[in-house]
């Protein structure tokens, strides 16, 4: 098991673009995929939080996300298709940032064009806190933190002194299962 260090708000890596995944580069990426897998379970252990994470979040500069809900999914140079219209708002956490809560606008459905680790192009349409997560993941592999996103000079809370409406309550929760 490696559990590498996640890096932080204010590494000026996070902010970097991610280069593409070349198809000669799968086999080398194998450990990248263990760490990131790793690195999000130890993250879970300790928050109760993380379904998702970017390779940028741990150092490997690769359009590369790794998701583990019920199985884990590798989305090698993700791409969005289409985005819905519709936008709904968010209270987002990042494992970049974890004491950290920035309420941020997202759209409510989109369609994502992918490869997986046999290099064949699929295809998924995602919908709410899905959505929500891989317009997240997809903004690090662009350089973009949820903190740039904000929807206004108050829409950033700390975990510990926020209180919540019964809305906001749900939304958190869902978007804490990141």
């Known amino acids: 098991m490696t559990v590498r260090d996640i890096l932080l708000l204010g590494n ?3 902010y970097e673009i991610s280069e593409p995944v070349q198809r000669s580069e ?7 995929l263990t760490d990131l897998h790793d690195t999000m379970m130890a993250f879970r252990q300790t928050w109760g939080a993380g379904r998702a994470i970017a390779a940028p979040q741990i150092g490997a500069m690769k359009r590369l996300i790794y998701m583990h809900i019920d199985h884990p999914v590798v989305f090698i140079n993700p791409q969005f298709v289409a985005k819905s219209e519709t936008m709904f708002e968010v209270w987002d956490d990042c494992m970049s940032f974890p004491e950290l809560l920035v309420k941020v606008k997202r759209h409510q459905s989109c369609q994502i064009m992918y490869r997986d680790l046999g290099w064949q192009q699929q295809h998924i349409q995602l919908t709410d806190d899905l ?7 997809m903004d690090h592999l662009d350089g973009v ?3 740039s996103n904000a929807i206004n ?6 975990r510990s002194q926020q209180t919540f409406t019964d809305y906001d309550r749900s939304n958190l929760m869902t978007t804490l299962k990141q």
């Open 145 to 147: 933190l949820a903190v």
């Open 153 to 158: 000079a108050r829409a950033f809370a700390l």
């Open 26 to 32: 799968l086999e080398s990426l194998q450990p990248v």
């Open 12 to 14: 000026p890596q996070l």
């Open 131 to 137: 959505a929500e997560l891989l317009q997240h993941e």
